[in-house]
């Protein structure tokens, strides 16, 4: 007998104002797979410091993955999941979402929580991302703005892994429609990251 093992991997993404419970953004995103399995492995062998790391770290957040014509049409570009290098287009906020570092100032709202059920042969990763009325520093007062390129006007935002001295590698990415983020609300981001063994038996 033979036992070739899958693994697959999804993200789906919720956005929205956990006071309101208005929801922004739901869809799923797109994985970078090769960065992915260079994380997976470097968690696996329990590669850290100047080695490596892997483990997701930071969210980031950007402005550059859409853009908006006179007459309000979107237009998208695709998200970056290609080159151990790629990014967001345009980053401009993050927050670090790893509760055991002395790094993340809020881990009670900014975290993760691993999520499995006995019997099942998938197991989620629940990012929790919270933007709260102080943050960023230097946004609007109010979600008024018609400039869809203002730098706290996100269109874009993924996960980055630790590498051992910083979090530069893109792990996931998704683009969606400019959601503005100002003083007078919060946002919440829950960010779940689903990984599924998919096993198929056969004779050989």
Not at 17 to 39: C, L, Q, R, W
Not at 87 to 103: I, R
Not at 155 to 178: N, Q, S, Y
Request: glycine letters at 8%; a negative charge; one cysteine or more.
């Amino acid at each position: 007998m033979i036992s070739p093992g899958l693994v697959k991997i999804e993200g789906f993404v919720k956005i929205f104002d956990p006071n309101s419970g208005e929801i922004f953004v739901d869809k799923k995103n797109a994985i970078h797979y090769e960065n992915m399995s260079i994380s997976l492995a470097e968690t696996l062998s329990n590669r850290t410091s100047a080695q490596g790391g892997g483990w997701i770290y930071e969210m980031a957040f950007g402005n550059g993955g859409s853009s908006v014509d006179p007459t309000g049409i979107i237009t998208y570009l695709p998200p970056n999941t290609t080159g151990i290098n790629a990014d967001l287009y345009n980053e401009t906020y993050a927050k670090v979402v790893d509760d055991n570092s002395a790094a993340d100032t809020d881990p009670t709202n900014n975290k993760m929580t691993v999520l499995h059920t006995s019997g099942k042969v998938y197991t989620d990763i629940l990012v929790s991302c919270l933007l709260d009325y102080g943050e960023p520093p230097g946004q609007q007062a109010f979600d008024n703005s018609t400039n869809f390129n203002g730098e706290y006007v996100f269109d874009e935002l993924g996960l980055k892994a630790w590498t051992g001295t910083t979090a530069d590698r893109l792990l996931t990415h998704v683009i969606f429609h400019p959601v503005q983020k100002s003083l007078n609300r919060q946002i919440q981001i829950d960010y779940t990251v689903r990984i599924q063994t998919l096993t198929n038996l056969s004779t050989a």
